[in-house]
């Protein structure tokens, strides 16, 4: 079989090069171009000077793009921006996962409302597909256009979907208490990634109104059937990367801790990239791959159910699900070319 | 006036090297012994090499603490042990300021519900006062052995006292979720401390049944009136100091910002060390000082309350609260010797 | 004795700050005023918020200083804007320390060559006086421009000096090689000091003409009456603050590891901030004070003294030098205001 | 072709986890068995929970492993265990591999000098070959017993031997000024590597003897035919993983920039691991790949090369560097399974 034609738009950020990384060693699967607009013209490895030797492409405009042909595009751009090419690019013969916010909620109304911004192009919302296997592995395989879900959403979605798949938890706010590595704030410098503001510290930001919050409550109110309000607060972690979410959610009634592991086994047997720990998960646990690690717990004492969920935030919460979407619409194993070891220590 | 005599009992662990760099400059306090079993006959500044020429005294046995003629010693000493030299010192003529956990809760049934073990010294149970001037001072100004706050939940009680002092919070459980430096785990060396499992990662640990749930769920009884459930989870940061808690509560029924504000000003109206912050603060805010920064916000869209508080685990969370009850026990200013700067960055 | 009035020009950058740190707690000395253009206006813990409480003093702009009357100012500015301001103030009646590398330098030439600029102010290189009492207090005292040190010079001359004043170092290069905090690139954000180009990761930068090399070249030089070439090599560190700066020199002939020691020792026996240490230092052992940490040692086998360096760059390399030089200039103990113990950990 | 069949001896180390990192994906080998001592029994995802789901295989004891048919074995134990099971090995069919010092130097004196410690199997150094395949790849072959290079070692031999092989370096010390990542001190938990004494810290240890520095020399004299003395000086960085080493060597003459880089330029010119860079690498640029990145310079002011190289101590400095000894040995392409792509950031 002949290598699927893809492209990367966008490579100057994190996602782009992650995007690089992982399809590099793809088996099924070729770089076509990549582009940028600040660094047309040089070389992958001037802009990311690791990949010397490994993808050395030169960087072409994303106005050159309809000279390829290709099968597939990720649009690796900030959210805003993104919309402006799914747009233009709707008629294209290539499919599209979009890794920015603007596709991802349930109408241009409410992305106008979290977004603070106009939508341009309310039908690319109708026809995409929210590119969460682990969800909707069938409507992904035909999708023209996935959007690519959020770190933040996907951490709390996949460690919440078993337990309000079973509609037991009562009405009050779930809580999700998140802690994410610096990456998640790009990488254009600024005070907020600003080394000696980073390190050695830790603070919360975007309290009570973070657009994550609205992704995950409609996700998992598809899951649920019902409205969930979800608290959420994000925090910034001194590391690269890894998003850890606690979440607290309080069940109408009394469960069993074993009711509970069950539910959590069978929701995700046929999951290949969730891995269900004995113990509480680290984020070093899964550097570097696509894993979602969870642990969910049952608290006597307080009725409580707690889960934490790590995921690395460049690779489940952003390039690596890309390419599992990729896979499931190319007819591809899930699991292909995302066989990375996790990096640790 | 001359000044006051002080020993330190257990040089060799944080505690203890903090309270020496906090007393050193203390301008009404002398350190007259400091103790250590494991290296006595050294040198400080042999076991803690930065405080050469700063602090070279000789370490002695704690069994010759005796000769010496002391206002006051800190116990700076694992639990457990700590509680049988405040037993062996009952009758002596210093006062007690004790790190430990041993005399921090109601009662010893309820210490060997959570502590696992005997508790040998009941008496001092009932005699000691818990060392948290921002709730109890008057009591703290005559006490003859102090019960010095946990670092966890001197955070969360500084962050709920005003709040649950006006007894409106719902009756589900308040979620305590608190990361923490990794000081908080002592300075010998084992696996959680080790630092390629601490760098770059990050993780919870002792879901449900941490100790320090019991303390914060007492003393914020004796604050409210009635009983607070707490769900409490800590979380290991890669920093080496700091503690940022992230409260969710429920008032019953709406309140107003504005309401909540004034609330928390007033209520900490004389503490000289709690700062109520503009915005959400980061734990560097805080770092090398006896300050707990906080800040209260209320989430109209859900009806919660959430707090940011930050304390310097080694200061407010230890040595710094420490030095502040004994400002107070002698009859000092309390912020005496407690004017250090943040250490930012 | 009223307290002395000083001004700080520049407040937003980590020098400012790091003053603002140890005048708050000085003894004799206030600070009248603070100045910042881009942040006129505000408060300085609008700009600096763990400042909230403690220095909370208005901003107002350079151009209002006459108005105040100051015995002497700080400048806090980068190098090439220091100069206009200083020989704008040439006829102030307060005394000036530069923290800039305007003035450091023997002439205008040698100025240019190495910062490939003109120097618009040559009669200030004239009159200033190199801020290093360990080797120049006596022309300190009575000086009105202090060229404060380098951060990089100052951890190497210390280092160094005492070698060479014994003049028996073979004419190969001296080879400095350093490692420093993030905090020496300043506080502006930037790709070369984002937390993910940093943390975990480490580089050398700079070779072969970093402008520091003169600096150290030229002092050094007045120490040992000769010319002596460095090779000097800084390289970023993965931390907030510190540097550690490790050199190899050859003696022509051998000597004797008691020699060495000996002639440290004597050499500083009258330098309250020099500390020789039995083992090679950490950068931590010294941070948050105005300690210079020594270790030198002779290799048998090579034939190589190898000393070990450190300081706290924003302290001895900057703010707390300028400090002891301030403290002599006004008739001071040295030491005043200089008391902090080392934040360690 | 069927998979070659391994053994890993050691398993608990990070050298061990790393060999099952890499080998997991290898095309052409797989690992039949994995030992440890102190686990036996257990399942390797037990020690190392992040392999759950990838390396679940159970830990035998060393004593088993004949039981096996193995091609050949990697052992990850300490110097001085090592040799045991090399001499006990001595006749088995299996091929070995050995990570520990045992056996790189040229003779069981010299391992007694630098090691303090008798070598038990002084016929194992006679017959092992250092596993340096970019100096020695023909002798690697057909070797029944490689030396895997020690971590610093590899990166100043890598970094020095183009410059050596011309024989143009003068008689004084070449300078080698190390800085490692905290795993190449082991997974022990110990002083050296708690977080809290690495972490915003940095330090120099083992000045003057550590035994990298012999083994640097001795395979050195063999590049250049002649004696040179090293001065080789390590510290710690507070990353996990990662050698910079800044290399300061002087020719007896003056060179050309370009004869410099044309000298590494053809030296490496069958490396596939090699990478010349345009500029000075960072460590973060190799991490989790077996590349060793250089950069040489001249210094036409003072006459001296500098040299920067950059490994990955876990990879090129152990594991890594094993696979692709391995590799030359099973007749396979010297980069077989190890096409990592960098984990940057």
Known sequence: MSKKKTGIIGATGYTGSELVRILTNHPDVEI?????????????????????????????????????????????????????????????????????????????????????MEHIYPEGI???????????????????????????????????????????????????????????????AKAVNLYSNVNDNFRAYGLKRHRH???????????????????????????????????????????KEDFLKETYKEFYSNAPFVRLRKQAPAIKDVRGTNFCDLFATYDERTGMVIVISVIDNLIKGAAGMAVQNMNIMFGLEETRGLDQVPLNP
Request: with cysteine.
């Open 126 to 188: 109708e026809k995409s597909v929210f590119g969460c296997p682990e969800l909707f592995y069938n409507e992904i395989k035909g999708a023209g256009l996935i959007a690519n879900p959020g770190c933040f959403p996907i951490s709390s979605i996949l460690g919440l979907a078993p337990l309000l798949s079973k509609n037991i938890v009562d009405s009050a706010p779930v809580i999700v208490d998140s802690k994410t590595g610096v990456t998640g704030a790009g990488i254009t």
């Open 213 to 255: 919050t609205i992704e995950m409550q409609e996700i998992l109110d598809r899951v649920s059937g019902k409205k969930t309000l979800i608290q959420f607060t994000p925090h910034l972690l001194p590391v690269d990367r890894g998003i850890l979410t606690t979440i607290y959610a309080r069940p109408a009634n009394r469960i």
């Open 32 to 116: 076509t171009v990549i582009t940028s607009e600040s660094r047309t013209g040089e070389l992958l490895s001037d802009v990311h000077p690791f990949l010397q030797g490994i993808a050395d492409q030169k960087l072409i405009s994303i106005n050159r793009i309809c000279n390829y042909d290709l099968d597939l595009v990720f649009l690796a751009l900030p959210h805003g921006i993104s919309m402006d090419f799914v747009k233009r690019f709707k008629d294209s013969p290539f499919r599209i996962i979009d890794l920015s916010g603007d596709f991802r909620l349930s109408s241009s109304e409410v992305y106008e409302e979290w977004y603070n």
